[in-house]
């Protein structure tokens, strides 16, 4: 890797730090990092990434450019409004520092393409939004080895950390073992978000790579780094590695990537559940996952049909039954009822609510629904 004479003249200020110098900025140029989201973090970290030479930038980013993306993601002007993220991001990159290779990505990062998309980088740095996407980053990097330098924002406060188990420090798990439930933290689009915040903490996200890159400095492994702005005030947590954690620790239970929208209790976006008194298979899922909700699950179908498709550890009370039964349920549990396609166990609702029965719901299109979107072995019928 040798620098041209216009590298030199561009990198002289770096050059002529000792703690860069011509070493340095060859393997700065050497370097290859993964931006996961061309928004208000990706945005500082690209520029400055490819002004200072890094060699090669991907940019992961299905998005396009809105009016209210300007405010911050300093990638993207006011006549990108409309434009792939992704393109626009490129453009600007290339009007900095032709120099520098982008690759861009126009995709939705997600389990099935997590891998092959990180794999070729040296450096993978998060500025992604949300929950789902962040535990995915998380388990394709320790998975892959890769430097995870992490960031982010919420209304005036932001923090970073750079998780990278191979280099002994946590895991982003190993801080956050569970997502929040799911509308519990709003997200800047619905709690809002300063303008600059995502600037000063995707620069040192930045400043993180760079150091990793030219192997200097004590970097953000094993910290994590908090930032008020209203409050002008930094302040650092050590952190440590989690050996029971479920993905870097000593016994790993997840080897290979998950589904992160279920794992956050997120349902996907086609099949919401609009019904107060309804929730989805997701949601009963969650409900059998992680007793300690105290949720119980109860299919109110007929033995017979018991018989051909059941959900493990769900118990039955059929439907002719529950008048003469339902005694034996607790009118202070919450219950989500189960059916074949969600009318029966609707009716069974009604019945339980004019009984006293306050917590109980019911699982929209019923275990053939859990068929289709949870478990195929569950035979639909
Ligand atoms: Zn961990």
């Known amino acids: 890797m040798e620098l041209t004479n216009e590298e030199i003249r561009r990198?002289?200020?770096?050059?002529?730090?000792?703690?860069?110098?011509?070493?340095?900025?060859?393997?700065?140029?050497?370097?290859s990092v993964l931006c996961i989201g061309a928004g208000g973090l990706g945005s500082p970290i690209a520029m400055y990434l490819a002004a200072a030479g890094i060699g090669k930038i991907g940019i992961v980013d299905f998005d396009t450019v809105d009016y209210s993306n300007l405010q911050r993601q300093i990638l993207h002007t006011d006549a990108d409004v409309g434009r792939s993220k992704a393109e626009s991001a490129k453009e600007t990159i290339h009007g900095i520092n032709p120099n520098c290779e982008v690759v861009i990505h126009n995709t939705r990062i997600s389990s099935e393409n997590a891998l092959d998309l990180i794999r070729p980088y040296d450096i993978v740095v998060d500025g992604t939004d949300n929950f789902p996407t962040r535990y995915l980053t998380n388990d394709a990097c320790?998975?892959?080895?890769?430097?995870?330098?992490?960031?982010?924002?919420?209304?005036?406060?932001?923090?970073?950390?750079?998780?990278?188990?191979?280099?002994?420090?946590?895991?982003?798990?190993?801080?956050?073992?569970?997502?929040?439930?799911?509308?519990?933290?709003?997200?800047?689009?619905?709690?809002g978000v300063l303008g600059v915040l995502p600037g000063i903490i995707g620069c040192i996200q930045a400043t993180e790579i760079l150091k990793l890159a030219i192997g200097r400095g004590s970097s953000l492994v094993g910290r994590l780094l908090l930032f008020?702005?209203?409050?002008?005030?930094?302040?650092?947590?050590?952190?440590?590695?989690?050996?029971?954690?479920?993905?870097?620790?000593?016994?790993?239970?997840?080897?290979?990537?998950?589904?992160?929208?279920?794992?956050?209790?997120?349902?996907?976006?086609s099949q919401p559940a609009a019904n107060p008194d309804e929730v989805t298979v997701q949601?009963?899922?969650?409900?059998?996952?992680?007793?300690?909700?105290?949720?119980?699950v109860v299919d109110v179908r007929e033995a017979f049909e018991y018989e051909i498709a059941r959900v493990e550890g769900v118990p039955l009370l059929p439907m002719s039954e529950?008048?003469?039964?339902?005694?034996?349920?607790?009118?202070n549990t919450q219950y989500y009822l189960l059916c074949k396609v969600g009318a029966r166990s609707h009716s069974a609702m009604e019945f339980l609510r004019e009984q006293g029965f306050k917590y109980v719901k019911n699982?929209?299109?019923?275990?053939?629904?859990?068929?289709?979107?949870?478990?195929?072995?569950?035979?639909?019928?």
């Open 11 to 31: 990198y002289s200020r770096h050059l002529i730090l000792p703690e860069v110098g011509l070493a340095g900025q060859k393997r700065i140029k050497a370097a």
């Open 142 to 191: 320790v998975i892959l080895k890769k430097p995870n330098v992490y960031g982010s924002i919420f209304r005036f406060e932001g923090q970073a950390s750079v998780f990278a188990p191979h280099l002994g420090g946590p895991c982003y798990r190993c801080l956050y073992p569970e997502p929040p439930p799911p509308g519990m933290v709003p997200s800047c689009a619905e709690g």
């Open 228 to 269: 008020n702005a209203l409050d002008m005030k930094f302040r650092e947590l050590k952190l440590r590695r989690d050996p029971q954690c479920p993905v870097c620790g000593e016994h790993p239970t997840i080897k290979e990537l998950i589904d992160y929208e279920m794992f956050c209790g997120i349902a996907p976006e």
């Open 283 to 296: 949601e009963m899922k969650k409900a059998l996952d992680d007793p300690s909700l105290g949720i119980k």
């Open 322 to 331: 529950l008048r003469s039964r339902f005694t034996e349920l607790d009118p």
């Open 363 to 381: 699982v929209k299109d019923g275990i053939n629904a859990w068929s289709e979107e949870i478990d195929r072995n569950v035979p639909r019928y």
